[in-house]
């Protein structure tokens, strides 16, 4: 994997300032994202420490999901953390027809969903495809979007998704609440549900609730080598 590259083997303080490190050698960062990270995302220990340390940045993290078991997503979110994933691989198989008919259902999703992520490698065919389908991108009724504009459409289209939910709801017809009805039986009780208290000790784990961003905090860069981590601001030495 090379120099700076995060695995499992590392402890949380280890973990935290290799990736500080890398952080810190980019003026002007404004979010990660993996690709070689397919059992380090399965790991929801080292993925809340990943989260825990963009969301005191304030960056946004993309899921390219190398693995279906990952779970960057679900503590991105449990820890406010703005994401995307994945939707579309342009080229596990590099014969470029076969790019090609990636990235129509990569086109066919955004024009669906007002949003979606493709990922690919640096190949020859890929780039080769890519050269002669971006610039004419905009006659398929798409376009390219940083990051950073992705997210703000997927919460735009989050809410207005919600707001038709809402509307339908408000507006159907009354139905037979019995059906419907939360009884004992179906309540999910504190013995069975799942905290992020259950995922990962707390010795372990600073919980979104007690996290605060440097805007809040009026801060920089929180974390030093033999500073532990928690939810307040950490003093640089």
């Not at 695995?7 to 890398?22: G, H, K």
């Not at 990636?102 to 495809?129: C, S, W």
């Not at 059906?179 to 707390?202: A, F, I, M, R, Y």
Request: net charge negative; hydrophobic share 40%; proline share 6%.
């Amino acid at each position: 994997l090379g120099e700076g590259a995060l695995t499992p083997q590392l402890s949380r303080e280890e973990f935290l300032s290799t990736l500080a490190a890398a952080l810190d050698s980019l003026p002007g960062v404004r979010g990660a994202n993996n690709h070689m990270g397919s059992e380090l995302t399965q790991r929801r220990q080292q993925m809340a420490w990943l989260m825990q340390e963009l969301r005191w940045r304030e960056l946004y993290f993309v899921d390219s999901r190398t693995s279906d078991g990952t779970v960057a997503a679900l503590v991105a979110e449990q820890f406010r953390v703005p994401n995307l994933s994945r939707q579309v691989f342009l080229d596990n198989d590099r014969d470029i027809q076969k790019i090609e008919e990636r990235f129509a259902v990569l086109v066919a999703l955004a024009k669906t969903r007002g949003v979606a992520v493709g990922i690919g490698h640096p190949y020859p065919e890929t780039i080769e495809y890519l050269s002669a389908a971006l610039p004419r991108l905009e006659e398929r009724g798409v376009r390219l979007a940083f990051v950073s504009e992705a997210l703000t459409l997927q919460e735009r289209a989050l809410a207005t998704c919600q707001a038709e939910e809402l509307e339908t709801l408000v507006n159907s017809e009354p139905t037979d609440t019995s059906e419907t009805l939360v009884t004992p039986e179906t309540l999910v009780t504190p013995e069975t549900l799942v905290t992020p208290e259950t995922l990962v000790t707390p010795e372990t784990l600073v919980t979104p609730e007690t996290l605060v961003t440097p805007a809040q905090a009026g801060v920089q860069r929180p974390y030093n080598k033999t500073s532990k981590v928690t939810g307040f601001p950490r003093s640089r030495e």
